[in-house]
């Protein structure tokens, strides 16, 4: 049988079984057979003279399903859930009723009326058999739960969608809009190395939709699996993920929505943090495609927080306050690479590299006249690497005395910032900030493999200053700033309270 050819007559008379039928009348082409007993179906490119013959799980149509047939024509097994996803969570939207499908390959040898009659359609089923597998499920505001399941092998794909309940129309539509998001989101997970695409899902009908998760394990190659774990609702925002690169976990905290800034203050300040990722990747050698995985995934979790909940302590934070914080939510974030080890000579040493950054924000005071906002933001990069003694040689360690000439790097830096804020009766009564960053390194230099030198270089700055003076100079008797003029001070001082990792950069960057 031919998909193009010998099913497409059937495509003008659709089976009224499922309303997503209606939807698509290719989708009863790619599923119906010739014959009533038959769950077999041949697909296979027009002008070819060889097919791939597929059983089916059960008969119900559904675009859905014409993808699922489609793709099992690629050959990549990461593309078997190409568009299946999105498509999978629009029939869900739009039609409203749970889906349940799988497909499987035939052996070459196989007919459809020998294979229909040895294996029945509960033994084709591939649910949960797939080395790539996805799930996504949804809350809604009412509390009704949307499951998806997608799984992809090489000989088989497999979905279904459940919900525990009847969607309203504004339940319906934010799921449609979603469903490219989550095609995103495999479709990143799916490349090789994987990339990390879910701001889409974060950005969610709050009023509709009250938490979205995803999962999902996609195999890399023959030994290696990613896995990727994410949550969002309107108190925060989690993802961890592992694979053959390294392992990461981010935590943001939306509960504390009146320390956010501007959108433009919080894009500088996320800006701010990813160039200190690169930067600290620079100086631990971090490499590997962990680090842009980290960099994706925190920008994804740090985009548009949405409206986020009312402030309890209803504490409003003024312009001047945001100039003294980053505008971001809070957050918790670590990554790490694989370890390696690539001299075979002395096993004990390791190629690593693990960083975390993070913020805490306090707001306090029984009012808004006697507030107080305290804010500390965080790194720790800690690194091993080998390199070359000399900057154009080629390192190449193996067991031979002769490869044995290398410098083993320890690096150990930290660095935090501390921002004060206090209001008496309305009145400024307290702005401080207090900055420090250190750093270490320490080199072991090995010739024929013998350790010639061990030293360590630390280096550290600390800044404190009272800003007081500088957001009302006329407490030391100069004229009290304009408008204009405050605009413009503010806008000169935020950069100066980010974090700075390098200490040479506290010196480098003096406050207005």
């Given at each position: 049988m031919s998909t193009v050819n010998a099913l497409a007559s059937l495509a003008a008379t659709p089976t009224p079984a499922t309303a997503s039928t209606n939807r698509s009348a290719a989708a009863s082409a790619a599923l119906s057979t010739r014959t009533a007993s038959s769950t077999v179906v041949n697909l296979g490119e027009q002008g070819e003279t060889s097919t791939k013959a597929l059983a089916w799980e059960n008969r119900t149509h559904s675009t859905s399903a014409t993808l699922m047939a489609r793709n099992m024509n690629n050959d990549e097994l990461s593309t078997r859930l190409s568009g299946l996803g999105s498509e999978l969570l629009k029939q869900v939207a739009y039609d409203g009723a749970d889906f349940s499908q799988s497909v499987q390959q035939l052996p070459a040898s196989a007919t459809s009326d020998t294979y229909a009659l040895q294996?029945?359609?509960?033994?084709?089923?591939?649910?949960?058999?797939?080395?790539?597998?996805?799930?996504?499920?949804i809350m809604t505001a009412s509390g009704i739960k949307v499951e998806l399941k997608l799984d992809a092998s090489d000989n088989g794909i497999a979905v279904e969608a459940h919900s525990s309940g009847k969607l309203n129309d504004a339940e319906r539509k934010a799921l449609g809009k979603l469903s490219e998001a989550f095609q995103k989101s495999i479709d990143g997970l799916s490349?090789?190395?994987?990339?990390?695409?879910?701001?889409?899902?974060?950005?969610?009908?709050?009023?509709?939709?009250?938490?979205?998760?995803?999962?999902?394990?996609?195999?890399?190659?023959?030994?290696?699996?990613?896995?990727?774990?994410?949550?969002?609702?309107?108190?925060?925002?989690?993802?961890?993920?592992?694979?053959?690169?390294?392992?990461?976990?981010?935590?943001?905290?939306?509960?504390?929505?009146?320390?956010?800034?501007s959108k433009a203050q919080q894009a500088a300040a996320l800006d701010h943090?990813?160039?200190?990722?690169?930067?600290?990747?620079?100086?631990?050698?971090g490499r590997g495609a962990i680090i842009g995985m980290f960099k994706q995934g925190f920008s994804a979790l740090n985009s548009d927080y949405g409206s986020g909940p009312v402030a309890p302590q209803g504490i409003a934070l003024n312009q001047?306050?945001?100039?003294?914080?980053?505008?971001?939510?809070?957050?918790?974030?670590?990554?790490?690479?694989?370890?390696?080890?690539?001299?075979?000579?002395?096993?004990?040493?390791?190629?690593?590299?693990?960083?975390?950054?993070?913020?805490?924000?306090?707001?306090?005071?029984?009012?808004q006249l006697d507030r107080s906002i305290s804010q500390q933001q965080s790194s720790h990069l800690k690194a091993r690497y080998h390199a070359p003694i000399r900057a154009d040689a080629k390192l190449a360690l193996d067991l031979s005395p002769n490869s044995q000439n290398y410098h083993y790097v320890t690096i150990d830096d930290a660095a935090s910032s501390q921002t004060e804020i206090a209001y008496h009766k309305g009145v400024l009564a307290k702005a401080t900030l207090d900055m420090q960053a250190s750093q270490s390194t320490r080199t072991l230099r090995y010739s024929l493999g013998k350790l010639q030198d061990d030293h360590t270089t630390p280096a550290g700055?600390?800044?404190?200053?009272?800003?007081?003076?500088?957001?009302?100079?006329?407490?030391t008797g100069h004229d009290p700033l304009s408008e204009t003029e405050q605009a413009q001070m503010l806008a000169k001082l935020h950069p100066q309270i980010l974090l700075q990792q390098n200490p040479d950069a506290l010196s480098a960057s003096p406050l207005p």
């Open positions: 294996v029945s359609p509960a033994k084709i089923s591939q649910h949960g058999m797939g080395d790539n597998q996805i799930s996504l499920n490349e090789n190395p994987p990339r990390i695409d879910l701001a889409g899902l974060t950005q969610f009908d709050s009023h509709a939709l009250a938490a979205v998760d995803l999962k999902g394990q996609i195999k890399i190659d023959a030994k290696d699996t990613q896995r990727l774990e994410f949550h969002a609702d309107s108190m925060g925002r989690t993802l961890s993920f592992n694979g053959p690169a390294g392992t990461a976990s981010i935590a943001v905290d939306l509960s504390k929505p009146a320390s956010w800034g943090y990813l160039q200190q990722i690169d930067q600290a990747a620079t100086r631990g050698l001047q306050d945001h100039a003294l914080t980053t505008g971001l939510a809070d957050f918790n974030a670590s990554f790490a690479q694989t370890e390696e080890f690539p001299n075979p000579a002395r096993s004990t040493e390791k190629d690593s590299f693990a960083y975390e950054l993070a913020q805490k924000t306090s707001i306090g005071g029984g009012s700055k600390r800044s404190s200053r009272d800003l007081l003076t500088t957001l009302e100079p006329e407490r």
